[in-house]
């Protein structure tokens, strides 16, 4: 079938009409032949059984009945009439009753031929009775082209009161697959049917609509979920390539005296198995003739500064510049002072650039940019302004990438007439399923591997009720020298009732814990700049014990000496935002700990988030978790979720399936990289299609 038939559009099928492809078009986005073939069913009813009516149950399942009528009355009743027809098979009899609608029912039902009916059954002043039961005649309903599986399309309210019900939806179906004479072209390749067993495509689309029996129903949903999930890795690999072979990166083929010397001479630890490979990944990517666009995920504490650090190295071995950007001051700050020492020890030149460096500095900073003076600079979003030019930008970095929009990224981009090497750094585990399907244009590093001799956090989920023994294990450990984070939550929403909480939180713990023992810092988001810096200093200098905050302190702050982290009314978080937090604990030598408190009213939800937490500190498993349980839409934002909008596969449920779709999209193109190969034709020409009528992978930079 060619394109231009899928592509007619939906008014011009038979049973159609102005009227009804508004509300196909509004109400499920059906706007051509081809969109009403792929609406995929939700689910399937069994019609493969026939009830006799002595063996019908108090149950509330749909089911279908063979029989005649063999009576009709209306029955006048307080409010309304209600028409009733005696039902009657060989075991026995029932009734099927309407509200609305009687007289049209009236004047079509037919006495004493043959129904099959199907609806639920209710059991009503001592007899058996369907309410508004789906009606059809018994030679109709053996020459239909629906099948014992019913399939149940989505729907709205909208629609099914205007009367676009199932079954309208089942008949235009058919009327298409009627003019389509089941004519669909191929558009997958012979050698991948044959290799993975698949049934064709005329075959799937037939029985996803029309299932002859449940193993061609589950064979069909295979292919299409296959189908689906292929093209969009064809998309997103085929993209990276392109991007790989049209921009050209700076080639840094030589690794040469920083990062030798470095190695050799400087390294502060020996690196990880993980820190080694993703480095060799780096090295290898920045060698290569295009540029570098790669997506490093390390738990946090994993290692990924020095990572960074080496990779920057390269770039100055190559006589290029590099920088390094992170959301926050504080943040950039740390990154500043554990890569000056390394930078002093090689004699390279290196800035701190933010909001707060001063106009003298910020001068001085901008010209030795330009003159190549500056090898490296760090900062936050400082870094982005017009004013600050590289001379040679090779290698840019950015540190936990969900803070910065891609609009952001981008601009990095233009800050040379050649787009530098980039590498962004996320603490965020993003599950691998996601991860092929969002960022399957990027490359992607994974540090799955902790320093050894990091201890495990504790992590126990404790009642509100219990609070006073929490307290006393506070005490104990801040006796033993250690520092302590309070944090509450704080949601837009309920901003007003969470300040209430963190204050009222904030006294009893000021009460608890009582000058002149006790120092306790508050940090929270009315507080301006110059005071939370205040706060957070003291805290990082060892000044007070325990710290009070919303969650202004989830991204990356590095206080070795805390080591317990009480996280309030935690049923309220999420899991990526629990193991955030907890990630700020855990980072000396001590034994560290993670304390959730909660009410006792919990969610379903909110338990399993509760108990992921204190069985494992994985943070990848952490994210499948979340993934399942929040659903791929709201794990990546909006921004992202078009990308997710899959009609029949479902990443989480099918990532198997996503596995080979992608390592199969990675082979093809690998030995047939234009589609040239006749083989690949059916492959080639839908691709085609679907650049043409469906653009949305524009998403990612
Ligand atoms: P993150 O991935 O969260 O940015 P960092 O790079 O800040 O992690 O590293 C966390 C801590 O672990 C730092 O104190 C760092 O010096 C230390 N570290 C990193 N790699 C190793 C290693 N291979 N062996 C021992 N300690 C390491
Ligand atoms: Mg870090």
Redesign the pocket.
Known sequence: MNANFLQTPIEYLKGVGPNRADLLKKELGIFTFQDLIHLFPNRYLDRTKYYNISELQKTNADIQIKGRIIHLKTVEQKRGKRLVATFKDDTGQMELVWFRGIKWIRDNLKINESYVVFGKVNWFQNTFSMPHPEMELLSVHEKSLRSAMQPVYPSTEKLSSSGITNKVINTLMQQLFLDAQNNFEETLSEQVLNELKLIPKNRALFNIHFPENSELLAKSQYRLKFEELFYIQLQLIRKNLIHKSKIKGFPFPKVGAYFNTFFKDHL?????DA?KRVIKEIRSDLGSQAQMNRLLQ?????????VAFMSMLIALDNGFQACLMAPTEILSVQHYN?LIEWCNSLNISISLLTGSTTTSKRREIHENLENGNLQLLIGTHALLEDKVKFKSLGLAII?EQHRFGVAQRSKLWHKNISPPHILV?T?TPIPRTLAMSVYGDLDISI?DEL???RKDIKTVHRFDANRLKVFRFLKDEISKGRQVYIVYPLIQESEALDYKDLMDGYESVVREFPLPEYQVSIVHGKMKPADKDYEMDRFVKGETQIMVATTVIEV?V?V?NASVMVIESAERFGLSQLHQLR?RVG?GAEQSYCILMTSHKLTHDARTRLETMVRTNDGFEIAETDLKLRGPGDLMGTQQSGVLNLRIADIVKDSEILKIARSYAMQILKSDPRLTDPQNAPIKNTYAQLAKFRNIWNYIS
């Open positions: 502060p630890f020996e690196l990880t820190q390390g738990d946090v504490g994993s290692g990924k500064t020095i554990s540190d750094m603490a540090i320093p050894p001799g990356g590095n070795p990630g980072r």
